[in-house]
C-alpha cells in the first residue's frame, strides 16, 4: 500500500527533521585526510603558534572540537579550529572530534570565518585590516548602507580606526610585516601609506640610516620622526619662515570671525565717518586690519604655525587614544573628549 504524504505529513515532518538534527550540530570523530582548510583563513590570519598548540595537545590532550562544513562530495570544509586542525595532524592524530553542520552560502561562511576568528585570536593591526577588506568584500558587498559604518559596528571599532587600519593594506609589501607585529605601534606607519611603494622604501632605508641599520626601526622612529621623513620624500617639509598671508585670505578671515559673533551675539555698529569732503578719505575697516598688520606677521603667524603643529600631533595623539582601539572606560573617554572640546574652543 503507498503511503499517503497528505495524511501522514506530521510523521515525514519528523523524519525530516530528525535527519537534520543527524547532520546539524552532532560532535563526532572524523578522519583527517576527509578535512579541507578555508583557503582564505590562511591569507588573512595565517597559522601561527602551531608548534605550541601542538605541544599543548600532546601534553594535556585535544579538548573540545572544530567545527566543519559537511560538503556534497563527502568530504569536510573547517568552519572554525584550523589551527587545532593541524596542531592534531602535527602530533599525527588520524581523526578528530568535530561539530558538524550543513554546508553554507560564502556570504554566511565568510561571515563565519571573521567573526570566529576575530573573538578567538590576538589580532595585530595587518590582520585586523586584511579582515576588515575581506568582510566589506564578502559579506557587504551589496549592503546599502554606509559600510565604513557598519565594519565600525561589526568589529567594534571607531569608524575612524576602520579607515586608518585600511591604509595600512597601501604598505608595500617588506613593510606590511610592520605592521603584522604587535609591538609595533601602527600609527607610526600611518603616513607612510600616503607615498608610493618606491617612496616608502626610499623612507624605510632613511630611518635604517638614522638608526644605524636597525631593522625594526618602527620601533625605534617615533611617528613625528617618520612623518618628518615622509614629508622630505614628499618635498612637502614645513619651510623655516611661514610666507605672510595675502590681503585676500585676511579678508576671508575677517569675514569668517564677524559670521562667526553673528551667531551668537548681534553684528557691530560701525562707527560714524567723518564727511569725506571735509578730511582725507578713510580705510574700510578690513583694509584697517590688513595694514595694521604689518611686520607682526611674521613672528607671530611663525609662533602660531609652530604651536599649532604642535596641537595638531597633540589632538591626533589624544584621538588615537580615544578611539576605540585602547580598553577605556565611558567615563574617561567622556571626560578626555569634553577636555579635548574645551582646547578646541579655546584655539578658535
Known sequence: MGLDFKKNSKMVTKVMKNSSEDMNNKKRDIDVNLIDLNPDNESIFGHDDIDYMAETIGEDGFSGAIEVYALDNGRYEISSGHR?????KKLG?????????????????????????????????????????????????????????ELARV???SHTGVKRYLQLLNLAPELQKYAD???????NLMSLTKLDSEDQMKVYDALKEIYNN?????????????????????GTQMPS???????????????EMIEEENETEEAPVAPEVPDASEKPEIQSYEDMVINSAGSMYDEELAKAKVIDMQLTVMIRNINNLLSGEFILSKDVKKQAREQLTDILKKLK
Not at 607585529?181 to 600609527?187: A, I, L, Q, R, S
Not at 619662515?241 to 569675514?255: A, G, L, M, W
Open 241 to 255: 619662515k611661514p610666507e605672510k598671508p595675502t590681503s585676500e585670505q585676511v579678508k576671508k578671515r575677517f569675514s
Open 214 to 234: 636597525d631593522d625594526n626601526v618602527f620601533l625605534s622612529a617615533s611617528n613625528i620622526v617618520v612623518e618628518q621623513n615622509v614629508a622630505k620624500v614628499m
Open 155 to 157: 568589529f567594534n571599532i
Open 181 to 187: 607585529d604587535e609591538n609595533v605601534p601602527y600609527t
Open 84 to 88: 587545532r586542525f593541524l596542531a592534531s
Open 93 to 149: 592524530h588520524k581523526t578528530i572530534p568535530a561539530i558538524v553542520s550543513e554546508n553554507v552560502d560564502d556570504k554566511t561562511k565568510s561571515k563565519k570565518l571573521i567573526k570566529s576568528n576575530i573573538l578567538n585570536r590576538k589580532m595585530t593591526a595587518l590582520k585586523l585590516a586584511k579582515a576588515l577588506a575581506y568582510y566589506r568584500e564578502k559579506v557587504l558587498y551589496d549592503f546599502k548602507g554606509e559600510k565604513t559604518k
